[in-house]
């Protein structure tokens, strides 16, 4: 992105020095086009990052109900064990 965004602030800058010529709009607008395209795939990556931590939040969440739920039978079985050893 930096690369990017650097090359069309360095051609824009030509621009204004040649006195914005036929190339360096071409130029500008090849410039700008490199940058959206690498905005765009920075966007999907971003967007497919944010998927995946979702399913993991998903699944973490999900072994934590069944944890929980293991825990839960555990500790009853437990207290039942320990009941029926008091007199």
């Known amino acids: 992105k ?3 965004l ?3 602030l ?9 006195g914005e010529a036929a190339t360096n709009t071409a130029a500008n607008k ?3 086009s490199m940058a959206n395209a690498a905005n765009a795939m920075a966007n ?4 497919m990052a944010n998927a995946a931590n979702t399913a993991a939040n998903a699944a973490t969440t999900a072994a ?7 825990n839960a039978m ?9 009941a029926e050893k008091k007199p």
């Open 44 to 47: 999907a990556a971003n967007t």
């Open 10 to 18: 360095v051609m824009g800058a030509l621009g204004m020095a040649c």
């Open 64 to 70: 934590n109900a069944a944890s929980n739920a293991a």
């Open 2 to 4: 930096v690369i990017a």
């Open 6 to 8: 650097s090359a069309v």
């Open 74 to 82: 555990a500790n009853k079985s437990a207290a039942n064990a320990n």
């Open 30 to 32: 090849a410039a700008n």
